[in-house]
């Protein structure tokens, strides 16, 4: 097996594609190795001392460090990804909640959040998960628009430009009403 590496904007961050799918039930992160006890592939790639979050996408694992070195880290996290896929252990197993992020916005405003979700969905979200991440749509109050930002965008430094120069000029760009786009946690 063949796992590939790429860089992402977030320097604390790599993206691990081991050529096959990782997870299709939709993006899964993984803040804590408690959080992740029901995730084999998780639970093995936190054993490896200095990983502080994992984010499965469709056909790639994001891993985010503390300030350890990537070139002590990557070859301890290609092992247990590549140990995980041999062993034929599921990714997540079976009976594993699926936890959905609330929502929060006024029924007027139900249209509006349906065009921001589908742009979400057909522009932004293909290609922040090229980076290794994910952005979610989670509330819409007075004119701005707050997202939840996963994997390779949360923490990263790149992602205030981002949102401000990429994110928010799109919405407004379709929706005038859009006044601004903050991240949430």
Known sequence: MFIQTEATPNPATLKFLPGKVVWADGPLE????????????????????????VFFGYDFV?????????????PAILGAIMEHFVS?????LA??????SAEDFDEADAE????IKELLETRVRPAVAQDGGDIT??????????????????????STATLRHGIQNLLRHFLPEVEEVRAVS
Not at 112 to 115: C, E, G, L, Q, S
Not at 137 to 146: Q, T
């Open 30 to 53: 993984y803040t804590t190795q408690e959080a992740a006890s029901r995730s084999p592939l998780a639970q093995a790639i936190f054993a490896v001392p200095g990983v502080t979050s």
């Open 88 to 92: 034929g252990l599921p990714v997540v």
């Open 137 to 158: 749509f989670r509330s819409f109050k007075d004119g701005i628009v707050y997202l939840n930002m996963r994997g390779a965008c949360a923490g990263c430094p790149s």
């Open 95 to 100: 009976d594993e909640p699926v936890v959905a």
């Open 112 to 115: 509006t959040v349906a065009t």
């Open 62 to 74: 994001t891993v985010t460090k503390d300030d350890s070195d990537w070139a002590h880290l990557k």
